[in-house]
């Protein structure tokens, strides 16, 4: 995703369009029946029948033909300008977009603080706070867990869809949260859940899932005011 605008434009391929639209699918069938997905076109007002630009009926509305034809509920190519309005009022389940910036800022701006970036393709698992790393506040204490909580609980619900896992490993969390007004608190339950699930988390260093699962609680914990952790501390809490 992250490619020079004038790059994402010659990518705008049938065949990358329609297989984004099958991952997506894919993917919300693990969440929802039927889920209901728009593609937004990539000109000004999805180029109005070629008056702006030609990819919308030479690549992206072929692509949605093709989805159609597959059985995917696949509209478009919709005006960018009002697509996210309507998705935000219940009217899709997803947005198909057509380059990095185009779904990120509405994304951001609708829920910036909950926002979960998922990684779609990977024969595996993978969630992210979508609002980035934010160095410049790193060991302040002023860093809010909500897009690490949220990126766990959905990482759990697609894992739990994936294996067919009834357990509910994040209960641990709302039981953190429940007596923690502030936040704070929620976060040793944050590095908990890192214990007893093996969450995997790509930019920790070590090939050993459970290391890097107590590497995630101990640098969790360190944000919270705690300097450390024993080994299997995190499952008595």
């Not at 009834?166 to 944050?190: K, N, S």
């Amino acid at each position: 995703t992250h490619v020079s605008l004038a790059e994402a434009i010659r990518r705008t391929k049938r065949e990358r369009v329609r297989d984004v639209i099958e991952l997506t699918n894919e993917t919300l069938s693990r969440l929802r029946p039927h889920p209901r997905i728009a593609v937004a076109g990539l000109n000004p007002h999805a180029s109005e029948h070629g008056s702006f630009g030609t990819e919308e009926e030479r690549e992206i509305a072929p692509a949605i033909a093709d989805a159609r034809a597959a059985g995917i509920d696949a509209v478009g190519p919709e005006p960018p300008d009002t697509v996210f309005r309507r998705a935000a009022g219940g009217s899709f389940d997803a947005v198909v977009c057509m380059y990095h910036d185009q779904g990120h800022i509405p994304s951001k701006l609708l829920d910036f603080e909950g926002g979960v970036n998922v990684t779609l393709g990977l024969p595996f698992v993978r969630t992210s706070p979508d609002h980035g790393t934010a160095f410049d506040i790193a060991g302040k204490g002023v860093a809010r867990p909500d897009s690490l909580i949220a990126a766990l609980r959905l990482a759990d619900r697609l894992a739990a869809t994936e294996a067919g896992r009834t357990e509910d490993a994040l209960a641990v969390l709302d039981r953190g949260r429940a007596i923690a007004a502030d936040g704070r608190v929620g976060l040793h339950y944050v590095a908990a859940v890192f214990d007893r699930i093996g969450f995997r988390h790509p930019d920790l260093g070590h090939p050993n899932e459970a290391a890097q699962a107590r590497e995630a609680a101990l640098i969790i914990r360190r944000q919270a005011g705690r300097p450390g952790v024993r080994p299997g501390e995190a499952d008595r809490e």
